[in-house]
């Protein structure tokens, strides 16, 4: 399973949006993570590089803002 099929189901289970950003779409993006793709980020922090875990991601997105 790719990065966004977890990201969108996962957001899905928990009733949050979600959008995705093709950084190399942006020169500044494609700049400061083109070696770090997927990149997830919670609540504006970075969360996750080079993989995504559907459990950790449920973790964070159920744990309060900080």
């Given at each position: 399973?790719?990065?966004?099929?977890?990201?969108?189901?996962?957001?899905?289970?928990?009733?949050?949006?979600?959008?995705?950003?093709?950084?190399?779409?942006?020169?500044?993006?494609?700049?400061?993570?083109?070696?770090?793709?997927?990149?997830?980020?919670?609540?504006?922090?970075?969360?996750?590089?080079?993989?995504?875990?559907a459990t950790?991601?449920?973790?964070?997105?159920?744990?309060p803002?900080?």
């Amino acid at each position: 399973m790719d990065a966004v099929e977890i990201v969108s189901g996962v957001c899905h289970e928990a009733g949050v949006s979600v959008a995705f950003v093709d950084v190399d779409s942006d020169p500044a993006l494609k700049a400061e993570f083109s070696d770090h793709v997927p990149v997830t980020f919670v609540d504006g922090q970075r969360h996750a590089i080079w993989h995504v875990d559907a459990t950790a991601l449920r973790a964070a997105l159920a744990a309060p803002f900080s």
